[in-house]
T-cell receptor, first 113, second 113 residues
Framework: AQTVTQSQPEMSVQEAETVTLSCTYDTSESNYYLFWYKQPPSRQMILVIR??????QNATENRFSVNFQKAAKSFSLKISDSQLGDTAMYFCAFSPRTYKYIFGTGTRLKVLA | SAVISQKPSRDICQRGTSLTIQCQVD?????MFWYRQQPGQSLTLIATANQGSEATYESGFVIDKFPISRPNLTFSTLTVSNMSPEDSSIYLCSVEVGQGELFFGEGSRLTVL
């Protein structure tokens, strides 16, 4: 079965510091997509960053970057210079094919002033 | 990208009644997805709605309980029937645009008394 595991239910970080959220997944597929989604308290889920499995280079979007370790099936999210607006629930997700998405249980991140 | 509008944003309902949630997308999409997010939990796919055909339901979800309509390429409804307190959740509509990216509505928070 394809699964996504987020082992950190809650985390906190001081404003301006760096935090890393962990995600592991299990699949026998060789090509797929990985995502981090953010769900702020307002509830709307938005995409933070996306990684294609065949690309070795780690994806980066401004203060957000990933550490993608395909052999280890690990996909962590690093948030640099954390801001209060980063407070949210973060979901790791895996997509082996079009229209198929599997979400982890989420990590609640709180950025402290 | 896609802009998704969901109505109602929240509602409080009595046990045994039904509620219909509407989802409107600002562009034509082939598939629309309905997710359930129970309090403090991850997202669980209820069903996939394709225009012109019956929705495809995931294991544990049945059409009698969650009937779905998809009359055109920009609109879908999800009905939660014969509600019980266990149906209290956030219901999310989403679409896939481009290669491997889901866009979400703001969700409909349902409380069943």
């Amino acid at each position: 079965a394809q699964t996504v595991t987020q082992s950190q239910p809650e985390m906190s970080v001081q404003e301006a510091e760096t935090v890393t959220l962990s995600c592991t997944y299990d699949t026998s597929e060789s090509n797929y997509y990985l995502f981090w989604y953010k769900q702020p308290p307002s509830r709307q889920m938005i995409l933070v960053i996306r990684q294609e499995a065949y690309k070795q280079q780690n994806a980066t979007e401004n203060r957000f970057s990933v550490n993608f370790q395909k052999a280890a099936k690990s996909f962590s999210l690093k948030i640099s210079d954390s801001q209060l607006g980063d407070t949210a629930m973060y979901f790791c997700a895996f997509s082996p094919r079009t229209y198929k998405y599997i979400f982890g249980t989420g990590t609640r991140l709180k950025v402290l002033a | 990208s896609a802009v998704i509008s969901q109505k109602p944003s929240r509602d409080i309902c009595q046990r045994g009644t039904s509620l219909t949630i509407q989802c409107q997308v600002d562009s034509q999409v082939t598939m629309m997805f309905w997710y359930r997010q129970q309090p403090g939990q991850s997202l669980t796919l209820i069903a996939t709605a394709n225009q012109g055909s019956e929705a495809t339901y995931e294991s544990g979800f049945v059409i009698d309980k969650f009937p779905i309509s998809r009359p055109n390429l920009t609109f879908s409804t999800l009905t939660v029937s014969n509600m019980s307190p266990e149906d209290s959740s956030i219901y999310l509509c989403s679409v896939e645009v481009g290669q491997g990216e889901l866009f979400f509505g703001e969700g409909s928070r349902l409380t069943v008394l």
